[in-house]
């Protein structure tokens, strides 16, 4: 303890505090957004989020001018201790709104609400989505949105000053995956790239959107929640409260665009679109998504499902919102909760797996499953031919054994999180199914519900929300930032 706190006076963390200072001021900017919709609409909760503003901008006016003159270089260690400390202070000055709205929330609750929201879990403790006023509904949508690819990568995109070797710290610590491709030399350029195709595909789909009838505010949060694969939307009954099977397609598209690693969507984008399919791990999301579609499309014809939105729409919108982690809900024909066990199981799974590294999406990430099942089958050929030499490639990369090994960790860990969290759910008296499902649906950022939470978290009691309020955190930084403030040597000099 010593150790740490000597290194916290060190003088090492300044350029942080810097940067979080900056952060703060972006979320309270943000702030601003949902408070003049709230003013335009005539809502009272435009005093909620003038308060928020006003608090999280002073904080963050504070940190970023006192530090402004520091030019302490930002390593791994300090990176770490920024993405990790970054999201739970967002959450608490963005919990702010639910805590003083017209209809409040409780703190429990609102932090609850909060940290699904910039986790893109979109799990949600709301009973009524459709009396919160319409600025409390856009922040749920601008928190998921900035949480998709990133709050820090965000600032880096807009902070010519972080194209250093800080601002790569901060990228590394921040993005998902196995490895961390860069477009540009310059990191920066890489995340403004990055940022710039993310907006464009969101404006892309509220123009969709709205083609196909949607309302404009409704169209933008929805769009907001898709491309983030968040699953927040304005309507209780998701997007199927529209009964529009063109909504639902279009929506299906763009959730499956939001699983694809943004480095391949940005190369398409530019004319390079033959990368896709060479890429092993895009043909591998291609093909979990179109045999679990074929699964359920069986066993809804087996309960007398008929026509192309029963047989293919429904089945293709739940699996693309499962494994990109989405979690909106649409079906045609029974709720999903009816569709039987083995709907059931495939979702568990997708949930778990996830979509592509370098995505907006939860999970384990395709990427690690390829590469765990290459390396299984490297197993069995050297136990038949010891003497033979087989490599490990995912994406066009060949994966070095101690990334393998860290990987192997990494799934070991997300696995027992999960059991850890469905056990803790069980000895509170709820099923073991559904603590499963809730488990897996937090730690891959899904935040779909069954059962005991089919109709949303707002029943559980505290102690499991703050749980799954872990679980969501861990989930989306995946793991080892957390872990890696709780090792001493980290701290030493």
Same mark, same amino acid.
């Given at each position: $303890?010593?150790?740490?706190?000597?290194?916290?006076?060190?003088?090492?963390?300044?350029?942080?505090?810097?940067?979080?200072?900056?952060?703060?001021?972006?979320? +309270?900017?943000?702030?601003?957004?949902?408070?003049?919709?709230?003013?335009?609409?005539?809502?009272? !909760?435009?005093?909620?989020?003038?308060? %928020?503003?006003?608090?999280?901008?002073?904080?963050?006016?504070?940190?970023?001018?006192?530090?402004?003159?520091?030019?302490?270089?930002?390593?791994?260690?300090? *990176?770490?201790?920024?993405?990790?400390?970054?999201?739970?202070?967002?959450?608490?000055?963005?919990?702010?709104?639910?805590?003083?709205? +017209?209809?409040?929330?409780?703190?429990?609750?609102?932090?609850?609400?909060?940290?699904?929201?910039?986790?893109?879990?979109?799990?949600?403790?709301?009973?009524?989505?459709?009396?919160?006023?319409?600025?409390?509904?856009?922040?749920?949508?601008?928190?998921?949105?900035? &949480?998709?690819?990133?709050?820090?990568?965000?600032?880096?995109?807009?902070?010519?000053?972080?194209? !250093?070797?800080?601002?790569?710290?901060?990228?590394?610590?921040?993005?998902?995956?196995?490895?961390? !491709?860069?477009?540009?030399?310059?990191?920066?350029?890489? +995340?403004?790239?990055?940022?710039?195709?993310?907006?464009?595909?969101?404006?892309?789909?509220?123009?969709?959107?709205?083609?196909?009838?949607?309302?404009?505010?409704?169209?933008?949060?929805?769009?907001?929640? =898709?491309?983030? =694969?968040?699953?927040?939307?304005?309507?209780? !009954?998701?997007?199927?409260?529209?009964?529009?099977?063109?909504?639902?397609?279009?929506?299906?598209?763009?959730?499956? =665009?939001? &699983?694809?690693?943004?480095?391949?969507?940005?190369?398409?984008?530019?004319?390079?679109?033959?990368?896709?399919?060479?890429?092993?791990?895009?043909?591998?999301?291609?093909?979990?998504?179109?045999?679990?579609?074929?699964?359920?499309?069986?066993?809804?014809?087996?309960? &007398?499902?008929?026509?192309?939105?029963?047989?293919?729409? %429904?089945?293709?919108? $739940?699996?693309?919102?499962?494994?990109?982690?989405?979690?909106?809900?649409?079906?045609?024909?029974?709720?999903?909760?009816?569709?039987?066990?083995?709907?059931?199981?495939? #979702?568990? $799974?997708?949930? =778990?797996?996830?979509?592509?590294?370098?995505?907006?999406?939860?999970?384990?990430?395709?990427?690690?499953?390829?590469?765990?099942?290459?390396?299984?089958?490297?197993?069995?050929?050297?136990?038949?031919?010891?003497?033979? #030499?087989?490599?490990?490639?995912?994406?066009?990369?060949? #994966?070095?054994?101690?990334?393998?090994?860290?990987?192997?960790?990494?799934?070991?860990?997300?696995?027992?999180?999960?059991?850890?969290?469905?056990?803790?759910?069980?000895?509170?008296?709820?099923?073991?199914?559904?603590?499963?499902?809730?488990?897996?649906?937090?730690?891959?950022?899904? *935040?779909?519900?069954?059962?005991?939470?089919? +109709?949303?978290?707002?029943?559980?009691?505290?102690?499991?929300?703050?749980?799954?309020?872990?679980?969501?955190?861990?989930?989306?930084?995946?793991?080892?930032?957390?872990?890696?403030?709780?090792?001493?040597?980290?701290?030493?000099?």
């Amino acid at each position: $303890m010593m150790m740490r706190e000597t290194y916290l006076r060190s003088g090492r963390f300044d350029s942080l505090y810097r940067v979080f200072g900056w952060l703060l001021i972006l979320e +309270a900017i943000l702030m601003l957004l949902p408070l003049a919709v709230c003013l335009l609409c005539g809502e009272t !909760d435009w005093l909620a989020f003038a308060c %928020s503003f006003v608090a999280t901008g002073i904080a963050g006016g504070a940190l970023a001018f006192s530090y402004r003159r520091s030019h302490a270089p930002i390593y791994r260690r300090e *990176g770490y201790l920024l993405i990790s400390s970054v999201w739970i202070f967002f959450s608490i000055f963005g919990m702010i709104p639910f805590l003083l709205s +017209a209809s409040p929330l409780t703190l429990t609750d609102a932090f609850f609400e909060t940290m699904s929201g910039f986790t893109t879990t979109g799990a949600s403790v709301i009973p009524d989505v459709e009396a919160q006023s319409r600025g409390i509904l856009l922040w749920r949508a601008l928190i998921q949105w900035l &949480g998709g690819l990133g709050i820090v990568m965000f600032l880096i995109a807009i902070i010519p000053s972080l194209n !250093d070797s800080g601002g790569i710290s901060l990228f590394n610590a921040e993005v998902t995956g196995i490895s961390h !491709d860069k477009l540009h030399p310059r990191i920066r350029q890489t +995340a403004l790239s990055l940022w710039t195709v993310y907006a464009l595909l969101t404006l892309l789909q509220i123009a969709t959107l709205l083609f196909l009838g949607m309302g404009v505010f409704d169209s933008v949060c929805q769009a907001c929640s =898709t491309m983030s =694969t968040g699953g927040f939307s304005t309507r209780n !009954d998701s997007i199927g409260a529209w009964h529009s099977p063109a909504i639902a397609w279009a929506v299906t598209a763009f959730m499956f =665009t939001g &699983g694809v690693n943004f480095i391949l969507v940005y190369n398409a984008v530019r004319g390079k679109g033959r990368q896709l399919f060479r890429n092993n791990v895009f043909r591998t999301y291609v093909v979990i998504v179109l045999a679990s579609v074929g699964m359920m499309s069986l066993r809804l014809h087996s309960e &007398g499902a008929t026509g192309v939105n029963n047989l293919l729409l %429904s089945p293709l919108f $739940m699996v693309s919102s499962a494994v990109t982690s989405t979690g909106f809900e649409y079906s045609s024909f029974i709720p999903f909760a009816a569709w039987g066990p083995l709907p059931l199981i495939i #979702i568990i $799974m997708l949930m =778990t797996c996830g979509a592509c590294a370098g995505s907006t999406t939860g999970g384990i990430k395709i990427d690690r499953i390829v590469a765990l099942s290459k390396n299984l089958r490297n197993e069995i050929v050297h136990t038949l031919m010891p003497n033979s #030499i087989k490599r490990v490639v995912v994406g066009g990369k060949e #994966i070095p054994q101690n990334v393998m090994l860290r990987l192997v960790g990494f799934i070991t860990i997300y696995m027992l999180t999960v059991v850890a969290g469905a056990m803790a759910m069980t000895a509170c008296g709820y099923p073991l199914t559904d603590s499963l499902f809730a488990s897996t649906s937090c730690m891959g950022n899904a *935040g779909l519900g069954f059962g005991a939470t089919g +109709a949303g978290y707002s029943m559980l009691p505290d102690t499991l929300k703050w749980l799954f309020s872990f679980e969501m955190l861990i989930g989306r930084l995946e793991i080892y930032p957390v872990l890696a403030l709780c090792y001493a040597p980290l701290w030493s000099r």
